[in-house]
């Protein structure tokens, strides 16, 4: 079945510091790829989508691109900001579902 | 903003007592779903609906029932809650043509 592997967190960065986050997948065919996030006390967000390998997503400063080579989607941002702290979800498309990641939190201190 | 309103935010209530959760949507979606959030499992798809009667289990179902007698109100009920259902619950919804989910608020349930 689909699954999602995403880096482990908490992850705390200084402020104007690069942000990766990784994210591989294991699904067959070829799904779409998402990046949401969730703000303390929130729901969660679409942040950006891919929907075929290659495609670059980006929103906000963040990018991540669909490589089916290595089966990864990993969220990049080059300088990130405290209010970028939140936590961080992958997400994979098929079948009239998403199948999510554990999700990775982000803290980004002064 | 994708017109997704959940009720109650928040709940307390006892092991053994029925809980209903209900989601509300503006937009006249097919798609509505329900997933529950837990440190160190992400989002977990409970119950989903593809329009109104039509339902199907997700990964973690036991426990939990769903009904849709509206296109825009997908309710989830716990029976008899359990501790083990303390949790966060989301309802999303996807507009027919594309992947993308948007999600509520979200409804903070705590199972004494």
């Known amino acids: 079945g689909n699954s999602v592997t995403q880096m482990e967190g908490p992850v705390t960065l200084s402020e104007e510091a690069f942000l990766t986050i990784n994210c591989t997948y294991t699904a067959t065919g070829y799904p779409s790829l998402f990046w949401y996030v969730q703000y303390p006390g929130e729901g969660l967000q679409l942040l950006l989508k891919a929907t075929k390998a290659d495609d670059k997503g980006s929103n906000k400063g963040f990018e991540a691109t669909y490589r089916k080579e290595t089966t990864s989607f990993h969220l990049e941002k080059g300088s990130v900001q405290v209010s970028d702290s939140a936590v961080y979800f992958c997400a994979l498309g098929g079948g009239n579902k998403l199948t999510f990641g554990t999700g990775t939190q982000l803290k980004v201190e002064l | 903003d994708a017109g997704i309103t959940q009720s109650p935010r928040h709940k307390v209530t006892e092991t053994g007592t029925p809980v209903t959760l209900r989601c509300h949507q503006t937009e006249n979606h097919r798609y509505m779903y329900w997933y529950r959030q837990d440190p160190g499992h992400g989002l977990r798809l409970i119950h989903y609906s593809y329009g109104v009667k039509d339902t199907d289990k997700g990964e973690v179902s036991d426990g939990y029932s769903v009904s849709r007698s509206k296109t825009e109100d997908f309710l989830l009920t716990l029976e008899s809650a359990t501790s083990s259902q303390t949790s966060v619950y989301f309802c999303?919804?996807?507009?027919?043509?594309?992947?993308?989910?948007?999600f509520g608020p979200g409804t903070r349930l705590l199972v004494l």
């Open positions: 999303a919804i996807r507009p027919g043509t594309q992947e993308t989910q948007y």
